[in-house]
């Protein structure tokens, strides 16, 4: 089965476009979820974390995701420490959940998949493009986060000129019913095995 990365920056619509593809059968893995889930199941990550970031990172032993945001998003050297102890256990349990899989394919939607040279252990890799102010925009209008809080977020990600280099395909998400096409034309080549 061919492993396809799905990566966008931060409110650009990738949840959107993975449950077009889910739709279609594809078996969809939320890179994200997994590891926001590791962070409150895994004690080797708790503990690493705790003595990385201070013991306020947990409270009751849940994940205090204001403070930990806080401090990883306003420091690269913290950011990178953090990814490193929970990306790895992540990828091992993406290779598990991927052998399970029937189909053609399957997606492992992440948001840094170009950052952290992810897109290296994948067949192809779809980007989901977006202009910035519509970005902030519907990131904003979820309202859980702050402008200056998404921002720093933002900073930590590539821009899409640059994750657009590595890219298979590209899906501009602005309109839903063309975004929708574009899926399923994706999906058509992916599905028959045809080069790309």
Same mark, same amino acid.
């Given at each position: 089965?061919?492993?396809?990365?799905?990566?966008?920056?931060?409110?650009?619509? #990738?949840?959107?476009?993975? !449950?077009?593809?889910?739709? &279609? /059968?594809?078996?969809? $893995? @939320?890179?994200?979820?997994?590891? +926001?889930?590791?962070?409150?199941?895994? #004690?080797?990550?708790?503990? !690493?974390?705790?003595?990385? &970031? /201070?013991?306020?990172? $947990? @409270?009751?032993?849940?994940?205090? +995701?204001?403070?930990?945001?806080?401090?990883?998003?306003?420091?690269?050297?913290?950011?990178?420490?953090?990814?490193?102890?929970?990306?790895?256990?992540?990828?091992?349990?993406?290779?598990?959940?991927?052998?399970?899989?029937?189909?053609?394919?399957?997606?492992?939607?992440?948001?840094?998949?170009?950052?952290?040279?992810?897109?290296?252990?994948?067949?192809?890799?779809?980007?989901?493009?977006?202009?910035?102010?519509?970005?902030?925009?519907?990131?904003?209008?979820?309202?859980?986060?702050?402008?200056?809080?998404?921002?720093?977020?933002?900073?930590?990600?590539?821009?899409?000129?640059?994750?657009?280099?590595?890219?298979?395909?590209?899906?501009?998400?602005?309109?839903?019913?063309?975004?929708?096409?574009?899926?399923?034309?994706?999906?058509?080549?992916?599905?028959?095995?045809?080069?790309?």
């Amino acid at each position: 089965m061919k492993i396809i990365g799905l990566t966008g920056g931060i409110g650009s619509g #990738k949840s959107t476009v993975a !449950k077009m593809f889910e739709e &279609l /059968g594809v078996p969809v $893995y @939320i890179a994200d979820d997994e590891a +926001k889930s590791l962070t409150n199941r895994s #004690k080797i990550i708790k503990r !690493k974390l705790t003595k990385l &970031l /201070g013991e306020e990172a $947990y @409270i009751d032993g849940v994940l205090n +995701k204001p403070f930990v945001a806080n401090k990883i998003f306003t420091n690269k050297d913290l950011l990178n420490e953090t990814n490193a102890i929970i990306h790895p256990k992540v990828a091992k349990h993406f290779i598990r959940w991927a052998n399970k899989q029937k189909g053609s394919y399957c997606l492992k939607e992440a948001a840094i998949l170009f950052e952290n040279d992810g897109y290296k252990k994948c067949d192809a890799t779809i980007l989901i493009t977006c202009p910035k102010n519509i970005r902030i925009e519907r990131v904003l209008q979820r309202g859980n986060i702050t402008k200056e809080d998404l921002e720093n977020r933002m900073q930590n990600q590539w821009t899409d000129e640059n994750k657009e280099r590595l890219a298979d395909f590209i899906i501009e998400n602005i309109d839903l019913e063309a975004t929708q096409k574009k899926v399923q034309k994706i999906h058509n080549i992916l599905s028959k095995g045809q080069n790309y």
